[in-house]
Protein backbone atom coordinates (compact mmCIF):
# COMPACT_ATOMS: atom_id res chain seq x y z
CA UNK A 1 0.00 0.00 0.00
CA UNK A 2 1.11 3.36 -0.67
CA UNK A 3 0.84 5.94 1.64
CA UNK A 4 1.60 9.32 -0.52
CA UNK A 5 -1.37 8.00 -3.18
CA UNK A 6 -3.92 6.92 0.00
CA UNK A 7 -3.16 10.79 1.39
CA UNK A 8 -3.17 12.75 -2.31
CA UNK A 9 -6.17 14.57 -1.87
CA UNK A 10 -6.17 15.74 1.52
CA UNK A 11 -2.48 16.69 1.24
CA UNK A 12 -3.73 18.89 -1.78
CA UNK A 13 -6.90 20.55 -0.25
CA UNK A 14 -4.13 21.83 2.90
CA UNK A 15 -1.50 22.50 0.61
CA UNK A 16 -3.87 24.81 -1.29
CA UNK A 17 -5.77 26.25 2.27
CA UNK A 18 -2.21 26.91 3.61
CA UNK A 19 -0.54 29.18 0.59
CA UNK A 20 -3.96 30.58 0.65
CA UNK A 21 -4.10 31.42 4.23
CA UNK A 22 -0.60 32.85 3.75
CA UNK A 23 -1.46 34.99 0.73
CA UNK A 24 -4.04 36.53 3.17
CA UNK A 25 -1.95 37.17 5.89
CA UNK A 26 0.85 38.86 4.26
CA UNK A 27 -1.57 41.04 1.98
CA UNK A 28 -2.61 42.18 5.54
CA UNK A 29 0.34 42.86 7.38
CA UNK A 30 2.66 44.43 4.18
CA UNK A 31 -0.58 46.34 2.41
CA UNK A 32 -0.61 49.75 5.21
CA UNK A 33 3.22 49.96 4.70
CA UNK A 34 3.81 49.23 0.73
CA UNK A 35 0.41 51.84 0.19
CA UNK A 36 0.74 54.37 3.51
CA UNK A 37 -3.10 53.48 3.87
CA UNK A 38 -4.45 54.69 6.83
CA UNK A 39 -5.17 52.88 10.01
CA UNK A 40 -8.86 53.17 9.60
CA UNK A 41 -8.46 52.00 5.94
CA UNK A 42 -6.95 48.59 7.55
CA UNK A 43 -9.78 47.82 10.03
CA UNK A 44 -12.26 48.46 7.55
CA UNK A 45 -10.67 45.75 5.34
CA UNK A 46 -10.00 43.48 7.63
CA UNK A 47 -13.88 42.07 7.45
CA UNK A 48 -13.47 41.80 3.28
CA UNK A 49 -10.18 40.16 3.81
CA UNK A 50 -11.59 37.50 5.45
CA UNK A 51 -15.08 36.75 3.32
CA UNK A 52 -12.31 36.76 0.31
CA UNK A 53 -10.25 34.42 2.00
CA UNK A 54 -13.31 32.25 3.16
CA UNK A 55 -14.56 32.21 -0.77
CA UNK A 56 -11.10 31.83 -2.28
CA UNK A 57 -11.06 28.37 0.17
CA UNK A 58 -13.97 27.08 -0.14
CA UNK A 59 -14.17 27.56 -4.28
CA UNK A 60 -10.30 26.62 -4.42
CA UNK A 61 -11.18 23.18 -2.74
CA UNK A 62 -14.25 22.80 -4.67
CA UNK A 63 -12.24 23.04 -8.25
CA UNK A 64 -9.94 20.03 -6.61
CA UNK A 65 -12.40 17.80 -5.68
CA UNK A 66 -13.74 17.83 -8.98
CA UNK A 67 -10.57 17.57 -10.71
CA UNK A 68 -10.00 14.53 -8.36
CA UNK A 69 -12.97 12.95 -8.27
CA UNK A 70 -12.98 11.33 -11.47
CA UNK A 71 -9.53 10.19 -10.56
CA UNK A 72 -10.61 8.34 -7.84
CA UNK A 73 -10.03 4.67 -9.22
CA UNK A 74 -6.90 4.97 -10.28
CA UNK A 75 -5.70 6.94 -6.92
CA UNK A 76 -7.32 3.88 -5.12
CA UNK A 77 -5.64 1.33 -7.55
CA UNK A 78 -1.59 3.36 -6.95
CA UNK A 79 -2.80 3.01 -2.87
CA UNK A 80 -3.43 -0.65 -3.19
CA UNK A 81 -1.24 -1.19 -6.14
CA UNK A 82 -4.17 -3.71 -7.63
CA UNK A 83 -5.90 -3.05 -10.38
CA UNK A 84 -5.29 -1.64 -13.81
CA UNK A 85 -4.27 1.97 -14.36
CA UNK A 86 -4.91 3.57 -17.36
CA UNK A 87 -2.73 5.85 -18.87
CA UNK A 88 -4.63 8.59 -19.58
CA UNK A 89 -5.60 8.88 -15.99
CA UNK A 90 -1.64 9.21 -14.78
CA UNK A 91 -1.56 12.08 -17.47
CA UNK A 92 -4.23 13.27 -15.60
CA UNK A 93 -2.78 13.21 -12.14
CA UNK A 94 0.65 14.81 -13.75
CA UNK A 95 -1.17 18.04 -14.66
CA UNK A 96 -3.12 18.74 -11.91
CA UNK A 97 -0.56 20.57 -10.18
CA UNK A 98 -0.89 23.31 -12.80
CA UNK A 99 -4.95 22.96 -13.06
CA UNK A 100 -5.15 23.69 -9.37
CA UNK A 101 -2.59 26.60 -8.95
CA UNK A 102 -4.05 28.25 -11.97
CA UNK A 103 -7.46 27.83 -10.68
CA UNK A 104 -6.42 29.32 -7.42
CA UNK A 105 -5.49 32.35 -8.84
CA UNK A 106 -8.27 33.13 -10.57
CA UNK A 107 -10.51 31.90 -7.78
CA UNK A 108 -8.66 34.63 -5.36
CA UNK A 109 -8.74 37.19 -8.61
CA UNK A 110 -12.34 37.02 -9.23
CA UNK A 111 -13.20 37.00 -5.11
CA UNK A 112 -10.95 40.12 -4.42
CA UNK A 113 -12.57 41.64 -7.73
CA UNK A 114 -15.97 41.41 -6.20
CA UNK A 115 -14.77 43.62 -3.52
CA UNK A 116 -14.77 46.54 -6.32
CA UNK A 117 -18.60 46.80 -6.44
CA UNK A 118 -20.28 49.26 -4.34
CA UNK A 119 -22.02 46.83 -1.74
CA UNK A 120 -19.14 44.73 -0.97
CA UNK A 121 -16.53 47.59 -0.35
CA UNK A 122 -15.36 49.27 2.54
CA UNK A 123 -16.98 52.60 2.89
CA UNK A 124 -13.57 53.88 4.12
CA UNK A 125 -11.63 52.76 0.86
CA UNK A 126 -12.16 55.03 -2.63
CA UNK A 127 -11.71 53.70 -5.93
CA UNK A 128 -8.32 54.23 -6.55
CA UNK A 129 -7.45 52.57 -2.85
CA UNK A 130 -9.38 49.47 -3.82
CA UNK A 131 -7.69 48.77 -6.86
CA UNK A 132 -4.21 49.03 -5.53
CA UNK A 133 -5.30 46.47 -2.42
CA UNK A 134 -6.91 44.16 -5.20
CA UNK A 135 -3.57 44.67 -7.33
CA UNK A 136 -1.16 43.68 -4.44
CA UNK A 137 -3.24 41.32 -3.15
CA UNK A 138 -2.71 39.86 -6.99
CA UNK A 139 0.43 39.93 -6.85
CA UNK A 140 0.98 37.80 -3.44
CA UNK A 141 -1.48 34.96 -4.85
CA UNK A 142 0.20 34.74 -8.04
CA UNK A 143 4.21 35.01 -6.27
CA UNK A 144 2.12 32.58 -3.88
CA UNK A 145 1.17 30.04 -6.71
CA UNK A 146 4.85 29.22 -7.64
CA UNK A 147 5.55 27.65 -4.61
CA UNK A 148 2.17 25.99 -4.43
CA UNK A 149 2.92 24.68 -7.79
CA UNK A 150 6.61 23.31 -6.70
CA UNK A 151 4.96 21.44 -3.53
CA UNK A 152 1.95 20.07 -5.96
CA UNK A 153 4.37 18.72 -8.74
CA UNK A 154 6.47 16.96 -5.52
CA UNK A 155 3.36 15.55 -4.07
CA UNK A 156 2.00 14.32 -7.42
CA UNK A 157 5.47 12.79 -7.80
CA UNK A 158 5.51 10.50 -5.43
CA UNK A 159 2.61 9.00 -6.45
CA UNK A 160 3.30 8.57 -10.15
CA UNK A 161 6.88 6.94 -8.73
CA UNK A 162 4.09 3.75 -7.56
CA UNK A 163 2.71 3.63 -10.66
CA UNK A 164 3.02 0.33 -12.58
CA UNK A 165 5.55 0.33 -15.35
CA UNK A 166 3.69 -0.24 -18.13
CA UNK A 167 0.76 2.50 -18.03
CA UNK A 168 3.94 4.67 -17.02
CA UNK A 169 5.33 4.03 -20.29
CA UNK A 170 1.78 3.89 -22.06
CA UNK A 171 1.79 7.08 -20.52
CA UNK A 172 4.85 9.15 -21.95
CA UNK A 173 4.30 7.91 -25.36
CA UNK A 174 1.00 9.44 -25.59
CA UNK A 175 2.58 12.51 -24.10
CA UNK A 176 5.23 12.35 -26.86
CA UNK A 177 3.27 11.51 -29.37
CA UNK A 178 0.88 14.83 -28.42
CA UNK A 179 1.94 18.06 -30.84
CA UNK A 180 1.46 20.25 -27.85
CA UNK A 181 3.83 18.61 -25.49
CA UNK A 182 6.60 21.19 -27.11
CA UNK A 183 4.19 24.35 -26.81
CA UNK A 184 3.91 23.38 -22.95
CA UNK A 185 7.51 23.49 -22.15
CA UNK A 186 7.73 26.71 -24.38
CA UNK A 187 4.81 28.15 -22.21
CA UNK A 188 6.28 26.82 -19.15
CA UNK A 189 9.64 28.64 -19.68
CA UNK A 190 7.17 31.99 -20.56
CA UNK A 191 5.69 32.21 -17.33
CA UNK A 192 9.25 30.90 -15.45
CA UNK A 193 10.68 34.00 -16.52
CA UNK A 194 7.74 36.43 -17.48
CA UNK A 195 6.18 35.44 -14.21
CA UNK A 196 8.29 36.85 -11.74
CA UNK A 197 9.68 39.88 -13.70
CA UNK A 198 5.30 40.89 -13.95
CA UNK A 199 5.65 40.74 -10.18
CA UNK A 200 8.35 42.81 -9.45
CA UNK A 201 7.25 45.35 -12.28
CA UNK A 202 3.82 45.21 -10.68
CA UNK A 203 4.62 45.78 -7.31
CA UNK A 204 6.90 48.56 -8.08
CA UNK A 205 4.03 50.59 -9.80
CA UNK A 206 2.09 50.41 -6.85
CA UNK A 207 4.92 51.45 -4.60
CA UNK A 208 5.02 54.49 -6.55
CA UNK A 209 1.61 55.13 -7.23
CA UNK A 210 0.68 54.74 -3.80
CA UNK A 211 3.66 57.47 -2.64
CA UNK A 212 2.82 59.74 -5.65
CA UNK A 213 -0.61 59.68 -3.93
CA UNK A 214 0.33 59.97 -0.65
CA UNK A 215 1.94 62.95 -1.45
CA UNK A 216 -0.16 64.57 -3.41
CA UNK A 217 -3.13 64.32 -1.09
CA UNK A 218 -0.97 65.39 1.87
CA UNK A 219 0.17 68.37 -0.41
CA UNK A 220 -3.65 69.46 -1.30
CA UNK A 221 -4.96 68.98 2.17
CA UNK A 222 -2.39 70.98 3.41
CA UNK A 223 -3.60 73.62 0.91
CA UNK A 224 -6.80 73.10 2.00
CA UNK A 225 -5.86 73.81 5.90
CA UNK A 226 -3.69 77.14 4.86
CA UNK A 227 -6.42 78.43 3.12
CA UNK A 228 -9.29 78.03 5.64
CA UNK A 229 -6.99 79.57 8.12
CA UNK A 230 -5.65 82.32 6.50
CA UNK A 231 -8.42 83.18 3.79
CA UNK A 232 -12.14 82.33 5.91
CA UNK A 233 -10.89 83.01 9.21
CA UNK A 234 -11.53 86.10 11.30
CA UNK A 235 -9.90 89.11 10.52
CA UNK A 236 -10.21 91.74 12.91
CA UNK A 237 -13.52 90.62 13.86
CA UNK A 238 -14.98 90.59 10.06
CA UNK A 239 -15.77 88.06 8.02
CA UNK A 240 -15.88 90.61 5.47
CA UNK A 241 -14.69 89.05 1.66
CA UNK A 242 -15.74 85.30 2.54
CA UNK A 243 -17.94 84.81 0.02
CA UNK A 244 -15.39 86.04 -2.45
CA UNK A 245 -13.01 83.85 -1.00
CA UNK A 246 -15.10 81.07 -0.90
CA UNK A 247 -16.15 81.49 -5.07
CA UNK A 248 -12.20 81.51 -5.15
CA UNK A 249 -10.94 78.49 -4.20
CA UNK A 250 -14.13 76.49 -6.17
CA UNK A 251 -12.26 77.86 -8.80
CA UNK A 252 -9.57 75.79 -7.74
CA UNK A 253 -10.92 72.67 -6.57
CA UNK A 254 -11.65 73.64 -2.84
CA UNK A 255 -15.45 73.91 -1.97
CA UNK A 256 -15.92 75.26 1.50
CA UNK A 257 -18.66 74.71 4.08
CA UNK A 258 -18.54 76.79 6.99
CA UNK A 259 -20.26 76.02 10.33
CA UNK A 260 -20.43 79.13 12.89
CA UNK A 261 -20.57 78.63 16.61
CA UNK A 262 -19.32 74.50 15.98
CA UNK A 263 -15.94 72.50 17.25
CA UNK A 264 -14.22 70.80 14.71
CA UNK A 265 -14.90 66.98 15.26
CA UNK A 266 -11.43 65.88 13.22
CA UNK A 267 -9.18 67.70 11.42
CA UNK A 268 -8.88 65.29 8.32
CA UNK A 269 -11.52 62.77 7.11
CA UNK A 270 -13.03 60.94 3.96
CA UNK A 271 -15.88 61.99 1.90
CA UNK A 272 -18.64 60.17 -0.37
CA UNK A 273 -16.50 58.08 -3.15
CA UNK A 274 -13.38 59.92 -4.10
CA UNK A 275 -13.54 62.70 -2.31
CA UNK A 276 -11.71 64.17 0.59
CA UNK A 277 -12.93 66.69 3.40
CA UNK A 278 -10.49 68.74 5.63
CA UNK A 279 -12.07 70.30 8.53
CA UNK A 280 -10.11 73.68 9.88
CA UNK A 281 -10.92 75.10 13.22
CA UNK A 282 -12.18 78.87 12.97
CA UNK A 283 -12.42 81.48 15.15
CA UNK A 284 -16.17 81.31 15.29
CA UNK A 285 -16.69 77.44 14.96
CA UNK A 286 -14.99 75.40 11.83
CA UNK A 287 -14.74 75.65 7.97
CA UNK A 288 -15.23 71.53 6.06
CA UNK A 289 -13.23 72.15 2.99
CA UNK A 290 -13.56 69.47 0.23
CA UNK A 291 -11.70 68.69 -2.02
CA UNK A 292 -11.23 65.82 -4.79
CA UNK A 293 -8.81 62.85 -4.21
CA UNK A 294 -5.31 62.59 -6.26
CA UNK A 295 -5.49 61.21 -8.99
CA UNK A 296 -3.26 59.15 -11.54
CA UNK A 297 -0.78 61.62 -12.51
CA UNK A 298 1.95 61.68 -15.51
CA UNK A 299 4.49 59.91 -13.67
CA UNK A 300 2.59 56.88 -12.82
CA UNK A 301 1.77 56.29 -16.14
CA UNK A 302 5.37 56.45 -17.16
CA UNK A 303 6.13 53.84 -14.65
CA UNK A 304 3.11 51.75 -15.62
CA UNK A 305 4.45 52.04 -19.21
CA UNK A 306 8.03 50.92 -17.90
CA UNK A 307 6.50 48.07 -16.30
CA UNK A 308 4.49 47.10 -18.80
CA UNK A 309 7.49 47.61 -21.30
CA UNK A 310 9.59 44.97 -18.69
CA UNK A 311 7.10 42.81 -18.61
CA UNK A 312 7.17 42.23 -22.93
CA UNK A 313 10.47 42.02 -22.59
CA UNK A 314 10.88 39.77 -20.37
CA UNK A 315 8.29 37.38 -22.41
CA UNK A 316 9.66 38.36 -25.08
CA UNK A 317 13.20 36.89 -24.18
CA UNK A 318 10.88 33.87 -22.79
CA UNK A 319 9.32 33.03 -25.29
CA UNK A 320 12.92 33.19 -27.52
CA UNK A 321 14.77 31.04 -24.64
CA UNK A 322 11.64 28.67 -25.11
CA UNK A 323 11.49 28.08 -28.76
CA UNK A 324 15.72 27.25 -28.81
CA UNK A 325 14.89 24.99 -25.86
CA UNK A 326 12.37 23.05 -27.90
CA UNK A 327 14.65 22.77 -31.23
CA UNK A 328 17.01 21.33 -28.72
CA UNK A 329 14.80 18.93 -27.61
CA UNK A 330 13.41 18.30 -31.02
CA UNK A 331 17.18 17.48 -32.45
CA UNK A 332 17.77 14.89 -29.29
CA UNK A 333 14.81 13.11 -29.83
CA UNK A 334 14.75 13.21 -33.95
CA UNK A 335 18.04 12.21 -33.44
CA UNK A 336 17.48 9.11 -31.19
CA UNK A 337 14.40 8.22 -33.25
CA UNK A 338 16.39 8.27 -36.39
CA UNK A 339 19.24 6.39 -34.93
CA UNK A 340 19.77 2.23 -36.03
CA UNK A 341 21.46 -0.05 -34.84
CA UNK A 342 24.55 0.26 -36.51
CA UNK A 343 24.75 4.08 -36.24
CA UNK A 344 24.63 3.19 -32.14
CA UNK A 345 27.94 0.12 -32.68
CA UNK A 346 29.34 2.83 -34.82
CA UNK A 347 28.70 6.03 -32.48
CA UNK A 348 25.93 8.18 -32.29
CA UNK A 349 26.83 11.37 -34.00
CA UNK A 350 24.33 15.18 -33.23
CA UNK A 351 23.83 17.38 -36.01
CA UNK A 352 25.08 20.34 -33.76
CA UNK A 353 25.70 20.98 -30.27
CA UNK A 354 22.55 21.60 -27.68
CA UNK A 355 22.26 25.24 -26.35
CA UNK A 356 21.73 24.32 -22.90
CA UNK A 357 23.37 22.75 -20.03
CA UNK A 358 20.21 19.82 -19.40
CA UNK A 359 19.95 19.33 -22.98
CA UNK A 360 23.72 18.40 -23.65
CA UNK A 361 23.48 16.53 -20.46
CA UNK A 362 21.17 14.54 -21.88
CA UNK A 363 22.91 14.18 -25.40
CA UNK A 364 26.06 12.96 -22.70
CA UNK A 365 23.84 10.64 -21.33
CA UNK A 366 22.50 9.15 -24.69
CA UNK A 367 25.99 8.62 -25.95
CA UNK A 368 27.17 7.21 -22.41
CA UNK A 369 24.63 4.76 -23.25
CA UNK A 370 25.57 4.35 -26.68
CA UNK A 371 29.07 2.92 -25.24
CA UNK A 372 27.14 0.72 -22.97
CA UNK A 373 25.46 -0.97 -25.70
CA UNK A 374 28.21 -0.66 -28.29
CA UNK A 375 30.43 -3.05 -25.57
CA UNK A 376 27.05 -5.26 -24.96
CA UNK A 377 27.10 -5.41 -28.48
CA UNK A 378 30.46 -6.71 -29.14
CA UNK A 379 30.46 -8.87 -26.13
CA UNK A 380 27.15 -10.74 -27.73
CA UNK A 381 29.37 -11.08 -30.72
CA UNK A 382 32.03 -12.50 -29.00
CA UNK A 383 29.56 -14.79 -27.29
CA UNK A 384 27.73 -15.66 -30.62
CA UNK A 385 31.38 -16.76 -32.17
CA UNK A 386 32.45 -18.49 -29.22
CA UNK A 387 29.09 -20.70 -29.14
CA UNK A 388 29.11 -21.24 -33.19
CA UNK A 389 32.18 -22.57 -32.41
CA UNK A 390 31.74 -24.55 -30.15
CA UNK A 391 28.35 -26.33 -31.85
CA UNK A 392 30.58 -26.45 -34.88
CA UNK A 393 33.48 -28.13 -32.61
CA UNK A 394 30.70 -30.46 -30.75
CA UNK A 395 29.28 -31.40 -34.43
CA UNK A 396 32.78 -32.52 -35.72
CA UNK A 397 33.75 -34.26 -31.87
CA UNK A 398 30.13 -36.02 -31.94
CA UNK A 399 30.00 -37.45 -35.79
CA UNK A 400 34.18 -38.67 -35.24
CA UNK A 401 33.34 -40.13 -32.38
CA UNK A 402 30.38 -42.07 -33.49
CA UNK A 403 32.23 -43.38 -36.31
CA UNK A 404 34.90 -44.54 -34.17
CA UNK A 405 32.53 -46.41 -31.82
CA UNK A 406 30.27 -47.84 -34.55
CA UNK A 407 33.19 -49.75 -36.14
CA UNK A 408 34.18 -51.80 -32.89
CA UNK A 409 30.41 -51.96 -31.75
CA UNK A 410 29.23 -53.95 -35.06
CA UNK A 411 32.21 -56.46 -34.53
CA UNK A 412 31.10 -57.01 -31.28
CA UNK A 413 27.86 -57.62 -32.40
CA UNK A 414 28.99 -59.33 -35.22
CA UNK A 415 30.92 -61.90 -32.90
CA UNK A 416 28.10 -61.88 -30.21
CA UNK A 417 25.77 -63.51 -33.14
CA UNK A 418 28.54 -65.50 -34.44
CA UNK A 419 29.30 -67.22 -30.56
CA UNK A 420 25.88 -67.54 -29.97
CA UNK A 421 25.55 -70.44 -33.07
CA UNK A 422 27.91 -72.26 -30.77
CA UNK A 423 26.79 -75.04 -27.99
CA UNK A 424 26.37 -73.05 -25.41
CA UNK A 425 25.57 -73.32 -21.84
CA UNK A 426 22.52 -71.77 -20.31
CA UNK A 427 24.80 -68.78 -18.30
CA UNK A 428 26.83 -68.44 -21.67
CA UNK A 429 23.69 -68.01 -23.58
CA UNK A 430 22.47 -65.57 -20.84
CA UNK A 431 25.63 -63.74 -21.50
CA UNK A 432 25.53 -62.98 -25.56
CA UNK A 433 22.06 -61.94 -24.76
CA UNK A 434 22.99 -59.48 -22.37
CA UNK A 435 25.91 -58.49 -24.61
CA UNK A 436 23.86 -58.00 -27.61
CA UNK A 437 20.99 -56.30 -25.94
CA UNK A 438 23.61 -53.64 -24.27
CA UNK A 439 25.11 -53.45 -27.78
CA UNK A 440 21.99 -52.60 -29.59
CA UNK A 441 21.20 -49.94 -27.36
CA UNK A 442 24.49 -48.41 -27.64
CA UNK A 443 24.34 -48.84 -31.73
CA UNK A 444 20.64 -47.19 -31.33
CA UNK A 445 22.29 -44.12 -29.07
CA UNK A 446 25.40 -43.58 -31.52
CA UNK A 447 22.77 -43.66 -34.40
CA UNK A 448 21.04 -41.05 -32.67
CA UNK A 449 24.12 -38.74 -31.83
CA UNK A 450 25.02 -38.92 -35.41
CA UNK A 451 21.72 -38.11 -36.80
CA UNK A 452 21.94 -34.82 -34.11
CA UNK A 453 25.08 -33.76 -35.28
CA UNK A 454 23.81 -33.98 -38.90
CA UNK A 455 20.68 -31.81 -37.82
CA UNK A 456 22.77 -29.23 -35.67
CA UNK A 457 25.22 -29.30 -39.93
CA UNK A 458 21.79 -28.68 -41.87
CA UNK A 459 22.76 -32.15 -43.81
CA UNK A 460 20.21 -34.21 -42.66
CA UNK A 461 17.76 -35.84 -45.23
CA UNK A 462 14.79 -37.56 -45.66
CA UNK A 463 13.13 -39.84 -48.39
CA UNK A 464 9.71 -39.64 -48.32
CA UNK A 465 7.28 -42.43 -49.91
CA UNK A 466 3.78 -43.40 -49.83
CA UNK A 467 3.85 -45.84 -45.95
CA UNK A 468 1.45 -47.58 -44.24
CA UNK A 469 1.24 -46.35 -40.78
CA UNK A 470 0.21 -49.49 -39.10
CA UNK A 471 3.70 -50.75 -40.20
CA UNK A 472 5.61 -47.48 -38.81
CA UNK A 473 3.62 -48.01 -35.53
CA UNK A 474 4.22 -51.28 -34.68
CA UNK A 475 7.87 -51.57 -35.88
CA UNK A 476 8.31 -48.23 -33.75
CA UNK A 477 6.40 -50.39 -30.82
CA UNK A 478 8.88 -53.85 -31.43
CA UNK A 479 12.03 -51.65 -31.85
CA UNK A 480 10.94 -49.58 -28.30
CA UNK A 481 10.16 -53.08 -26.78
CA UNK A 482 13.97 -54.69 -27.85
CA UNK A 483 15.50 -50.99 -26.59
CA UNK A 484 13.84 -51.38 -23.05
CA UNK A 485 13.40 -55.55 -22.95
CA UNK A 486 15.47 -54.34 -19.00
CA UNK A 487 12.30 -52.49 -17.79
CA UNK A 488 9.02 -53.95 -17.04
CA UNK A 489 6.97 -51.28 -18.64
CA UNK A 490 4.65 -52.50 -21.23
CA UNK A 491 4.07 -50.74 -24.88
CA UNK A 492 1.37 -51.67 -26.54
CA UNK A 493 0.33 -50.20 -29.47
CA UNK A 494 -3.14 -49.02 -31.26
CA UNK A 495 -3.68 -47.76 -34.82
CA UNK A 496 -7.37 -47.21 -36.05
CA UNK A 497 -8.86 -48.57 -39.03
CA UNK A 498 -8.98 -46.31 -42.26
CA UNK A 499 -6.27 -44.59 -42.13
CA UNK A 500 -4.67 -43.36 -44.92
CA UNK A 501 -1.18 -43.76 -46.41
CA UNK A 502 1.21 -41.13 -45.71
CA UNK A 503 4.17 -39.82 -47.83
CA UNK A 504 6.87 -39.70 -45.08
CA UNK A 505 10.53 -41.20 -44.38
CA UNK A 506 9.38 -44.48 -42.58
CA UNK A 507 12.85 -45.27 -41.34
CA UNK A 508 13.13 -41.72 -40.15
CA UNK A 509 9.65 -41.69 -38.56
CA UNK A 510 10.21 -45.10 -36.97
CA UNK A 511 13.32 -43.61 -35.45
CA UNK A 512 11.17 -40.37 -34.24
CA UNK A 513 8.46 -42.72 -32.44
CA UNK A 514 11.18 -44.94 -31.27
CA UNK A 515 12.67 -41.90 -29.26
CA UNK A 516 9.41 -40.86 -28.13
CA UNK A 517 8.22 -44.48 -26.57
CA UNK A 518 11.74 -45.20 -25.09
CA UNK A 519 11.45 -41.77 -23.22
CA UNK A 520 7.82 -42.29 -22.30
CA UNK A 521 8.69 -45.47 -20.87
CA UNK A 522 11.79 -43.56 -18.55
CA UNK A 523 9.17 -41.24 -17.55
CA UNK A 524 6.59 -43.79 -16.51
CA UNK A 525 7.01 -45.81 -12.63
CA UNK A 526 8.32 -49.28 -12.32
CA UNK A 527 5.43 -51.08 -13.71
CA UNK A 528 2.69 -49.58 -16.26
CA UNK A 529 1.75 -48.78 -19.44
CA UNK A 530 2.89 -47.01 -22.44
CA UNK A 531 0.07 -46.43 -24.86
CA UNK A 532 0.82 -45.73 -28.57
CA UNK A 533 -2.39 -44.59 -30.16
CA UNK A 534 -2.83 -43.37 -34.06
CA UNK A 535 -6.14 -41.92 -35.32
CA UNK A 536 -7.20 -39.78 -38.07
CA UNK A 537 -9.03 -36.32 -37.33
CA UNK A 538 -9.43 -34.00 -39.58
CA UNK A 539 -6.78 -33.54 -42.45
CA UNK A 540 -3.81 -34.84 -39.73
CA UNK A 541 -2.41 -38.19 -38.52
CA UNK A 542 -2.57 -38.09 -34.90
CA UNK A 543 -0.27 -40.40 -32.82
CA UNK A 544 -0.45 -40.14 -28.88
CA UNK A 545 1.96 -41.55 -26.74
CA UNK A 546 0.44 -42.06 -23.34
CA UNK A 547 2.34 -42.40 -20.00
CA UNK A 548 0.84 -42.91 -16.51
CA UNK A 549 4.49 -41.75 -15.08
CA UNK A 550 4.94 -38.53 -12.99
CA UNK A 551 4.04 -35.34 -15.07
CA UNK A 552 6.02 -32.69 -15.56
CA UNK A 553 5.67 -28.88 -14.87
CA UNK A 554 4.55 -26.68 -17.23
CA UNK A 555 7.69 -24.90 -17.15
CA UNK A 556 9.57 -27.90 -17.19
CA UNK A 557 7.87 -29.50 -20.67
CA UNK A 558 9.50 -27.84 -23.20
CA UNK A 559 13.16 -28.33 -22.01
CA UNK A 560 12.88 -31.85 -22.48
CA UNK A 561 13.31 -31.23 -26.11
CA UNK A 562 16.20 -29.03 -25.70
CA UNK A 563 19.46 -31.42 -26.22
CA UNK A 564 22.32 -30.86 -23.96
CA UNK A 565 20.52 -27.40 -22.57
CA UNK A 566 19.07 -29.16 -19.78
CA UNK A 567 21.36 -32.44 -19.06
CA UNK A 568 20.56 -32.27 -15.18
CA UNK A 569 16.96 -32.69 -16.20
CA UNK A 570 17.41 -35.42 -18.52
CA UNK A 571 19.75 -37.17 -16.48
CA UNK A 572 16.95 -38.03 -14.09
CA UNK A 573 15.66 -40.00 -16.33
CA UNK A 574 18.22 -42.08 -17.84
CA UNK A 575 19.29 -40.06 -21.07
CA UNK A 576 20.28 -36.80 -22.44
CA UNK A 577 17.65 -35.67 -24.10
CA UNK A 578 19.02 -36.67 -27.73
CA UNK A 579 16.15 -38.99 -28.92
CA UNK A 580 13.46 -36.49 -28.32
CA UNK A 581 15.47 -33.51 -29.85
CA UNK A 582 16.00 -36.06 -32.62
CA UNK A 583 12.72 -36.98 -32.72
CA UNK A 584 11.22 -32.88 -32.51
CA UNK A 585 13.44 -32.62 -35.86
CA UNK A 586 12.20 -35.53 -37.92
CA UNK A 587 8.50 -34.99 -36.99
CA UNK A 588 9.08 -31.02 -37.92
CA UNK A 589 10.70 -32.14 -41.51
CA UNK A 590 8.02 -33.89 -42.51
CA UNK A 591 5.53 -30.77 -41.85
CA UNK A 592 4.21 -32.01 -38.59
CA UNK A 593 4.28 -30.61 -34.90
CA UNK A 594 4.65 -32.51 -31.09
CA UNK A 595 3.72 -31.36 -27.89
CA UNK A 596 3.64 -32.14 -24.50
CA UNK A 597 0.22 -32.26 -22.08
CA UNK A 598 -1.10 -33.32 -18.95
CA UNK A 599 -3.45 -35.93 -19.17
CA UNK A 600 -6.42 -36.02 -16.50
CA UNK A 601 -6.05 -38.75 -14.66
CA UNK A 602 -2.71 -38.04 -14.15
CA UNK A 603 1.08 -38.55 -16.64
CA UNK A 604 2.00 -36.97 -19.81
CA UNK A 605 1.22 -37.45 -23.44
CA UNK A 606 3.29 -36.79 -26.17
CA UNK A 607 0.46 -35.43 -28.79
CA UNK A 608 2.30 -35.66 -32.59
CA UNK A 609 0.38 -34.39 -35.57
CA UNK A 610 1.45 -35.02 -39.39
CA UNK A 611 -0.19 -33.61 -42.74
CA UNK A 612 -2.08 -36.39 -44.67
CA UNK A 613 -1.83 -35.55 -48.45
CA UNK A 614 -3.64 -37.21 -50.78
CA UNK A 615 -2.59 -40.98 -51.69
CA UNK A 616 -0.60 -40.78 -55.76
CA UNK A 617 0.12 -44.62 -56.15
CA UNK A 618 2.18 -43.10 -58.97
CA UNK A 619 4.45 -41.14 -56.99
CA UNK A 620 5.08 -44.15 -54.74
CA UNK A 621 7.96 -44.81 -56.94
CA UNK A 622 9.56 -41.88 -57.64
CA UNK A 623 11.32 -40.93 -53.97
CA UNK A 624 12.76 -37.36 -53.08
CA UNK A 625 15.09 -36.66 -50.84
CA UNK A 626 14.38 -33.24 -48.25
CA UNK A 627 16.88 -31.46 -46.84
CA UNK A 628 16.04 -30.62 -42.86
CA UNK A 629 16.49 -27.02 -43.64
CA UNK A 630 12.37 -27.11 -44.20
CA UNK A 631 9.17 -29.59 -44.48
CA UNK A 632 8.07 -31.98 -47.03
Known amino acids: MSPAALRFVPRLLSMQLLVAAFSDLVAVAFAPRLLLLDQRVLVATLPTAGWVFAVSAVF ?56 LLPNYRPITNDLYNQVALILLYATIVMAGALPLYVRLRSIVARVLQVAPENAAYDAVFVMAANPRTAMRARTRLLVAVAGPVAFVALGASLLVYAHTRFF ?37 GYF ?62 AWRVGTRFCEDLRLVTNTVRTTGVADIIRGTRMVRMARFISVGAMMDSIEQLGDIFREFAAAHE ?24 KAPLNAILGFAALASRAPLTDGQRESLVIIEQRGRELLHLIQTILDAARVEAGAFLVTPEWTVVDDVVMSAVLDARD ?18 RLQLDSLRIVQALTGIITSAVRFTHE ?34 FEAFKYADKARRHGALGLGLSLARSIIEVHGGTIDVATMEGGGMVFQIALPTPPFDPTASSRPSAVSSRGPL
Not at 86 to 94: E, H, I
Not at 257 to 285: I, Q
Not at 302 to 307: S, V
Not at 386 to 402: D, N
Request: charge should be negative; charged fraction near 20%; avoid cysteine.
Open 483 to 500: LMADSSVQVVGEVQRGVP
Open 256 to 317: TELSPNAVSPSALGMGAEEETTVLVPLTDGYAAVHFEAARLDTITFIYALLAVTGVGLAALL
Open 216 to 252: ESAVRARTASDIARGVFDHVRGTDRGREQAILAAEQL
Open 60 to 115: SAIITLTLTRRLAPTLRALAQGTGPVPAQDLLSVYALPARIATSQVFVSLAASTAT
Open 527 to 560: EGTVLVRASFRGDRLHIDVETPGRALPEEEREKI
Open 382 to 405: QATHAREATERMRGLFLASMSHDL
